[in-house]
């Protein structure tokens, strides 16, 4: 069963920072793509950010600027780096897991953000 545990999130003020994690097995990590995703509240699910084993990353428009997704290959853990957080930013963020090639994507719980005075 394929595990994608993430932490991080609470309460920011606006302008304020915050780190998501999330922690997965070694072969989840080094097989696939990681990505992050959000879905606020009344909205689709969004792309945010990808990282491949290499560190090869993508941004979607929206974030590229503020956010920032690294791993740490020893600790099979991706972040993603948030900055300049705005009350728009509150959104369920999920951490996923996905093999292009094989057709598959795997999905953390989410964890909430909640950007608010």
């Known amino acids: 069963q394929v595990q994608l545990v993430e932490s991080g999130g609470g309460l920011v003020q606006p302008g304020g920072s915050l780190r998501l994690s999330c922690l997965t097995s070694t072969s989840v990590f080094y097989n696939n793509v990681m990505q992050w995703y959000r879905r606020a509240p009344g909205k689709q699910r969004e792309f945010l950010a990808s990282?491949?084993?290499?560190?090869?990353?993508n941004y979607a428009p929206s974030i590229e600027g503020r956010f920032t997704i690294s791993r740490d290959n020893a600790k099979n853990t991706v972040f993603l780096e948030m900055n300049k957080l705005k009350p728009e930013d509150t959104a369920v963020y999920y951490c996923?897991?996905?093999?292009?090639?094989?057709?598959?994507?795997?999905w953390g719980q989410g964890i909430q953000v909640t950007v608010s005075s």
């Open positions: 990282i491949t084993r290499n560190s090869n990353t």
């Open positions: 996923s897991a996905r093999s292009f090639s094989a057709g598959t994507q795997y």
